[in-house]
């Protein structure tokens, strides 16, 4: 079935240091991929997506590019802030029958330091 | 347009008592999906409605849960006979049609703690 697995945390950086969370994915066909973040204290936020490959979905300095060839949806960011800890998950929709529902990865919790 | 609210944020409650959460979709969303999420784990789907009909029900959906969106607008999950593995976060999240219907709106979710 359809899956998600994503690199395990916790991830502590230094301001401005270059980040990047794996995730890969299996899925029948071609599904869109989300990067979804939880701020502590609230609800979680659609980052960015990419709906078929070779997309790359970009927002507030965050990258990640459908990859079909090696079934991954890496996020990166060059410089990374205080105010991006979070918790960073990767996820996909399938397409067929599963019409609504998102398969989540496990969470990677982010840390950076001033 | 707010986004998507839900209520209670916190329930406590014994094992053995029924809880029932409410989760108020944005409002031009027809289709409306419930995830439970667990300490360190990813939410995972539990049911997902288009305007009132449910389209999808997880095995995790035991006879306990029960989910209604009588008129296309709120839900409600309701869980009998609580457990204390059915604590959890329960969230909740809304999507429109069209080119932004992949795009799930979330809630910030119920806290139940079973005692």
């Known amino acids: ?114 | 347009d707010t986004g998507v609210s839900q209520d209670p944020r916190h329930k406590i409650t014994k094992r053995g008592q029924n809880v029932t959460f409410r989760c108020d979709p944005i409002s031009e969303h027809n289709r409306l999906y419930w995830y439970r999420q667990t300490l360190g784990q990813g939410p995972e789907f539990l049911t997902y409605f288009q305007n009132e009909a449910q389209l999808e029900k997880s095995r995790l959906l035991s006879d306990r849960f029960s989910a209604e969106r009588p008129k296309g607008s709120f839900s409600t999950l309701e869980i009998q006979r609580t457990e204390q593995g059915d604590s959890a976060m329960y969230l909740c999240a809304s999507s429109g049609t069209g080119g932004t219907g992949d795009e799930q709106f979330f809630g910030p979710g119920t806290r139940l703690t079973v005692l």
Not at chain 1, 65 to 74: D, G, N, P
Not at chain 1, 95 to 104: A, H, I, K, N, Q
Request: glycine fraction near 12%; proline fraction near 4%.
């Open chain 1, 1 to 114: 079935g359809d899956s998600v697995t994503q690199m395990e945390g916790p991830v502590t950086l230094s301001e401005e240091a270059f980040l990047t969370i794996n995730c890969t994915y299996t899925a029948t066909g071609y599904p869109s991929l989300f990067w979804y973040v939880q701020y502590p204290g609230e609800g979680l936020q659609l980052l960015l997506k990419a709906t078929k490959a070779d997309d790359k979905g970009s927002n507030k300095g965050f990258e990640a590019t459908y990859r079909k060839e090696t079934t991954s949806f890496h996020l990166e960011k060059g410089s990374v802030q205080v105010s991006d800890s979070a918790v960073y998950f990767c996820a996909l929709k399938g397409r067929g029958s599963t019409l609504g529902r998102l398969y989540f990865g496990r969470g990677t919790q982010l840390t950076v330091w001033p």
